[in-house]
């Protein structure tokens, strides 16, 4: 039985824009690992209230805001997305505050059998999730079924989905860094197959881990 007193076995699960990153992660949490996600927690400190919000209207003044008080969205995607110092900045301000609480969340999570913590730059962070990392796993696709995906699924234009696109780590340097790769080039019911090994992969290593 795992104890409060043990760290958890994390596996970092990254992917491009798009890769079906969260599809992967639902699917986890359905077969009952815990699941650590740093775009929702991103998106908690950027909601009305949220924790970061007085930082970004230092930083980039109170136009930045919506007017009931959250990060506009849309507007920060179109400077951060053109202009590398705003999403310097950006970064600089959400990256410390995402990390520290899901650093919290995984920690609350050590009675489950395993974490999957979602970052979708973990390998361009550097060592910074992946020394938390038992294990890396990557969510693969063909970057134009990426691209149709997000088209649909947000009706963001191609020429920003690409420009996203070419400030994330390559395809190759993400599969490089994997311990595993899930294949979603196909439909959610291959997908999901490939989540149900890797579940009973990851309950196996997680009981056999090293306290
Ligand atoms: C620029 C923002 C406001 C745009 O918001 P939007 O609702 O369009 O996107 P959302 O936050 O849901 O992210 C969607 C996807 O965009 C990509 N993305 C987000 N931030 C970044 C970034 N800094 N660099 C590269 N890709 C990014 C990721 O693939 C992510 O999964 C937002 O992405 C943001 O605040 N980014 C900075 C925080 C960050 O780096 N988040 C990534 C998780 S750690
Ligand atoms: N195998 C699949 N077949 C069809 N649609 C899919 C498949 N996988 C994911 N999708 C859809 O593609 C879109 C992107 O998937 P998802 O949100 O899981 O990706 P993500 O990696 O979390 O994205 P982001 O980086 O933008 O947060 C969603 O609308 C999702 O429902």
Known sequence: MPSVN???FIVGLTGGIG??????AEHFARLGAAVVDTDAIAHELTAAGGAAIPSLVAAFG???LTPDGALDRAKMRALAFTDPAVK???EAILHPMIRQEADARCLAAADAPYVVLVVPLLIEAG???RRRCQRIAVVDCPEEIQIARVRARSGL???LIRRI????ASRAERLAAA???LDNGGDLARLYAQVEALDRLYRELARSAPP
Not at 19 to 24: I, L, P, R, T, V
Not at 165 to 168: F, K, V
Request: hydrophobic share 25%; no cysteine.
């Open 6 to 8: 043990r760290p958890p």
């Open 62 to 64: 109170p136009d930045i």
């Open 127 to 129: 060592e910074d999730y």
């Open 165 to 168: 696109m070419a400030q994330q």
């Open 19 to 24: 890769s079906g990153k969260s599809a992967a």
């Open 157 to 159: 234009d191609e020429d």
């Open 179 to 181: 311990d595993h790769i």
């Open 88 to 90: 310097h900045r950006l």
